[in-house]
């Protein structure tokens, strides 16, 4: 898995240039409030965000491709 940018605050930031997110990648973790997506992600993997219960802003960029179960 690549690292990401973590922010103090709950925000993490894909960098420009990742195309994917793994399945479960950042599953259960109740420490992010925002997640931040590049242009170029084109497929979020299944379940990568299950149980954030504290998630509450993400965006999808036009070209993603794929959002996994």
């Known amino acids: 898995m690549t690292n990401f940018e973590f922010e103090f605050y709950g925000i993490i930031t894909i960098p420009e240039g990742v195309t994917e997110i793994e399945d479960e990648a950042f599953a259960f ?17 299944k379940s990568a965000f299950q149980e954030c219960v504290n998630l509450e802003k993400i965006n999808f960029p036009h070209g993603l491709e794929e959002i996994g179960d």
């Open 29 to 45: 973790r109740e420490d992010i409030h925002e997640v931040r997506l590049p242009l170029t992600i084109k497929r979020i993997g």
